[in-house]
């Protein structure tokens, strides 16, 4: 079964320090990993994935992420937050045997609040 | 850019209605998926289709049912609304894996 975990509700950061958002998955196969970020009253957007290759993936807004097999993690990552970065963020995963057609697992969200 | 539109941004309804969510996408994309999003709970989804008259039950089905009778319309249907099912309803398409989500629904029904 696949899984996704966000340890943390809610992460605040100072404007201009690096951010870290935690995740943590299960899967059974090879993980394709996605990030996404939800703006007050609107949908999800993707940021980044991950399918194979490079641990460090880069993706919009400055933001990168780390997968990590070892430990299952792929962490979010931003060098400095802007107060704009404040918003809703989901890690989701699927497991790689399967088609684009099957569905992704999303975590609970971790909300960021960057704060001038 | 991919859109996907939804068909209202706000929606109330009382107890035992026949509520209809549409969802349309302009790039062609086979597959379609319905979430409810719930604070605390994250996205979990209600049903996905990969293909016109195709579709799987997602982790909670039950009181939803979908209708996808042409490629770029994918329909909610809650027979009989109850009070928990007020939530944010969220739509998305995809065809390479990345999913691309419409603005969302906030039906509440009373």
């Known amino acids: 079964a696949q899984s996704v975990a966000q340890p943390e509700d809610q992460v605040n950061v100072a404007e201009g320090n690096p951010l870290t958002v935690k995740c943590t998955y299960s899967?059974?196969?090879?993980?394709?990993l996605f990030w996404y970020v939800q703006y007050p009253n609107r949908g999800l957007q993707f940021l980044l994935k991950?399918?194979?290759?490079?641990?460090l993936v880069k993706g919009s807004y400055g933001f990168e992420a780390e997968f990590n097999k070892s430990q299952t993690s792929f962490h979010l990552k931003k060098p400095s937050a802007l107060v704009s970065d404040s918003a809703l963020y989901f890690c989701?995963?699927?497991?790689?045997?399967?088609?684009?057609?099957?569905?992704?697992?999303f975590g609970s969200g971790t909300r960021l609040s960057i704060r001038p | 850019d991919v859109k996907v539109t939804q068909s209202s941004r706000y929606l109330v309804k009382r107890t035992g209605e026949k509520v209809f969510l549409e969802c349309v996408q302009d790039?062609?994309?086979?597959?379609m998926f319905w979430y409810r999003q719930d604070p605390g709970l994250g996205l979990r989804l209600i049903y996905f289709?990969?293909?016109?008259?195709?579709?799987e039950k997602g982790d909670i089905p039950e009181g939803y049912s979908v209708s996808r009778e042409k490629k770029e319309r994918f329909s909610l249907i809650l027979e009989s609304a109850s009070t928990n099912q007020t939530s944010m309803y969220l739509c998305?398409?995809?065809?390479?894996?990345?999913?691309?989500f419409g603005p969302g629904t906030r039906l509440t029904v009373l």
């Open positions: 998305a398409s995809s065809s390479t894996g990345i999913q691309f």
């Open positions: 899967v059974s196969g090879n993980p394709y």
């Open positions: 991950y399918i194979t290759g490079d641990n």
């Open positions: 989701a995963v699927r497991d790689a045997r399967y088609s684009s057609a099957s569905k992704i697992i």
């Open positions: 790039m062609d994309h086979e597959n």
């Open positions: 289709s990969y293909d016109v008259k195709m579709k």
